[in-house]
């Protein structure tokens, strides 16, 4: 394909970087999730119980990895596992967050620090959500609490 030509179903311009690679994944799965996450706040995944408890709960799993593995591709995705494996059991499934574990095992940041920051992120997105839900016309967040 040549530099400059749009792939005709993502609207992705190719150039130099990316001239014989076909990139379609990431502007579908983008458009994906803006069109259908406002639509779904009555899904499991998107609790406040699961998003802050499934974020911290992986993160915790993360730091338990990293302390038993220390910091490697290897260790960063039994990391990813087991934070899916203990969302599950705990009953707050939220699979973006084995993100946080692979996170954690792969920069070591600091826990104090890291955790903090988390759970003012997570805290911010399910206010968001909150806020988001007040309107009469928009759908009702969150569905449940606990």
Request: net charge positive.
């Amino acid at each position: 394909m040549a530099a400059g030509r749009s792939y005709r179903r993502t609207g992705h311009r190719a150039d130099a970087r990316t001239r014989g690679l076909e990139v379609r994944g990431r502007p579908r799965v983008r458009r994906h999730v803006w069109c259908t996450a406002p639509r779904t706040p009555h899904l499991p995944l998107a609790q406040p119980r699961s998003l802050i408890g499934g974020h911290l709960l992986a993160a915790v799993g993360g730091y338990l990895v990293l302390a038993a593995c220390g910091s490697s591709t290897w260790a960063a995705a039994p990391a990813g596992g087991l934070a899916l494996g203990t969302m599950m059991i705990s009953r707050t499934p939220h699979s973006p967050a084995a993100a946080t574990a692979v996170i954690v095992v792969l920069q070591s940041p600091a826990p104090l620090r890291f955790l903090t920051l988390l759970l003012i992120a997570t805290l911010l997105l399910v206010s968001a959500g909150i806020v988001a839900g007040l309107p009469k016309h928009a759908p009702r967040y969150p569905a449940y609490w606990w």
